[in-house]
């Protein structure tokens, strides 16, 4: 069994910044893609940002040059740093990993965390 725990999530003022971290924990043999998504009220879940095992990105059109993606294999853990957020920005942000697990055999499964709301006031 795999955990993901997000935090970070917040309030902040249009033009501020958020730091979200997401880090797994349990039976992890190795981690693939890590990935933040988004869902605002009304609207579907989108990718906001992915990273794979070899570090190559991928960003919405609506986030680049704002967000940034990164992680730390030896923590299990991926970060979205969030800059100049806009009241857009407002949703609950969730992180996804795809695990490889220590079981026998092996299984490969995309987890999800519980989700952290982030709200940008104007």
């Known amino acids: 069994q795999v955990q993901l725990v997000e935090s970070g999530g917040g309030l902040v003022q249009a033009g501020g910044s958020l730091r979200l971290s997401c880090a797994a924990s349990g039976s992890i043999f190795s981690i693939n893609a890590m990935g933040w998504y988004r869902q605002a009220p009304g609207k579907q879940r989108e990718l906001v940002a992915d990273?794979?095992?070899?570090?190559?990105?991928n960003y919405a059109d609506s986030v680049k040059g704002r967000f940034t993606i990164s992680r730390d294999n030896a923590k299990n853990t991926v970060y979205l740093q969030m800059n100049s957020l806009q009241p857009e920005d407002t949703a609950v942000y969730y992180c996804s990993m795809t695990v490889v697990t220590r079981t026998v055999p092996k299984t490969t499964y995309a987890y999800w965390g519980q989700g952290t709301q982030v709200t940008v006031s104007s």
């Open positions: 990273m794979t095992s070899t570090s190559s990105t």
